[in-house]
C-alpha cells in the first residue's frame, strides 16, 4: 500500500480558491476522512488525489511516485461515488467478479475475493440475484465490494452513503468499519457527517475554506479541538460556548457564573474569551450538592444510547448537557450541574484554543 503526500497543493478556478496550500500526508493502510462543511474543498482535494483534477500548484506523491500528472486510469486506485454505479442485468456476484476478470486470477482466487468481500459487506444471501431487484442500500454495497475486491492500493471514498435510508447507511457504515480494518488497504473518505468521520476514521482531517485546520484521531480532536470550528462541528450537539460577557478575567484568574470554582490560568487568562465545554462535560445532579450551580431545565430530549440531553439555563446561559438515563428520567424544573476544569476549553477572541498549566482555586 501506498502513504499520499500532498505538498503545497492549490487549486484555484478563476478568482476563487477551492484548496489553499495544503501539505498532508495519508498514512498507508488506514482510513483518513476528509470532514467539513459543503464546499470547503474537500471533494475538489479528492478529485485531485484522484487525477479528476489537476492542482494549479503543488504536487501529490503515492509513496515515493510523483502522480500529479498521471492519468486517473494508471494510478491503481478505486473511487466510490455518492450513487451506486452497478452493471445493470447482470447478478450481484457478476458484479463483484467483472473488474477482476482482466486481472487473469485462477478461479479460486477469483471466487475467494469475491467470496471474502461478500460475507463481510453481507451479501452473500443474494449473489445470485440480479442487482435490479435490490434497494439502494444494497447496491451501494455492490458498489464498495467491487472496488473493494479489485484490491487496489488506494480507495476514494465520495459521501457514498448520504443517498440511501437510514437503516441501510448504519448497516453500510458497520460493514465498511469492517471491511476496512481486515483488508488494510489506504483509504481517503470524504463526508460532512461527523458520525460517520468519527466511526470509520483513523485519523479526520477537518477542513474550514479550502484548508485543513486540524487532522489526529477522532479522540483527539473531540477531546481537544484547536478551535472553535471544530468544538463546534465535530460533536452532537456541538461543544457549549460561554461568551465573553459571561466570563470574568481578574489578573490570571477566570470566573463565570457557570461553575462555582476560580481556574487560574497564567499569563494565558489575559487572552481568554470563550469558554469551550462539550454536553457530556457539564456534571448534573438532581439534588442540591455543595459546589455546584442551580440550572433551570428547559427541555429535556432523549438521544443516543438511552441518554438524556437537557437544555439547561444556568445564571442567564443556554447550555446543553447529556446526562445518563436515570438523571434525565428524574430531572425537574431545577437541578444542579457542576464542571470540572478539565472539561474546559478555553479560547481567544479569534477562535484559537489556547494552552495552559490549569489551577483550580
Partial sequence: MYDI???????????????????????????????????????????????????????????????????TRRRNIGMVFQYPVIYRGTSVRKNLE????????SKDELDKRVD???????????LKRRVEELDNGTRQKIAVGRE????????????????????????????????????????????HDQTEAMTLADQIALMQDGVITQSDSPKV?????????????L??????????EFVSVAGTKITSPLFTQTIDLGSKATSVDILGVRAEGISVSIS???????????????????????????????VKARVSHSIGRE??????????SENITFFDSSGKALSSEIKVK
Wanted: net charge negative; aromatic share 8%; charged share 20%.
Fill in 98 to 105: 467483472l473488474p477482476l476478470l482482466s486481472e487473469k486470477l
Fill in 116 to 126: 471474502e468481500v461478500a460475507e463481510i459487506l453481507d451479501l452473500t444471501s443474494v
Fill in 5 to 71: 503526500r500532498l505538498e503545497n497543493v492549490t487549486k484555484e478556478f478563476d478568482n476563487f480558491t477551492a484548496v489553499d496550500d495544503i501539505t498532508f500526508t495519508i498514512p498507508k493502510s488506514s482510513v483518513t476522512v476528509l470532514l467539513g462543511p459543503s464546499g470547503c474543498g474537500k471533494t475538489t482535494l479528492m478529485r485531485m488525489i484522484a487525477g479528476l483534477e489537476t492542482p494549479t500548484r503543488g504536487r501529490i506523491f503515492f509513496g515515493e511516485h510523483d502522480v500529479t500528472d498521471v492519468p
Fill in 331 to 340: 430531572a425537574k424544573d431545577t437541578v444542579w450541574t457542576s464542571i470540572a
Fill in 288 to 318: 442540591q450538592v455543595a459546589g455546584a450551580c442551580a440550572a433551570t431545565v428547559t427541555r429535556k430530549s432523549i438521544g443516543a444510547g438511552g441518554q438524556y440531553l437537557l437544555d439547561l439555563t444556568v445564571g442567564g446561559l443556554l
Fill in 235 to 244: 460533536g452532537n450537539p456541538g461543544m457549549n460556548f460561554v461568551p465573553s
Fill in 148 to 191: 473493494v475486491a479489485r484490491q487496489p492500493r488506494i480507495i476514494l471514498f465520495d459521501e457514498p452513503i448520504t443517498n440511501i435510508d437510514l437503516t441501510s447507511k448504519m448497516e453500510l457504515k458497520r460493514s465498511m468499519k469492517e471491511l476496512f480494518s481486515r483488508l488494510k488497504q489506504t483509504i481517503v473518505y470524504v463526508t
Fill in 221 to 233: 480532536i473531540y477531546e481537544n479541538p484547536n478551535s472553535q470550528f471544530a468544538g463546534w462541528f
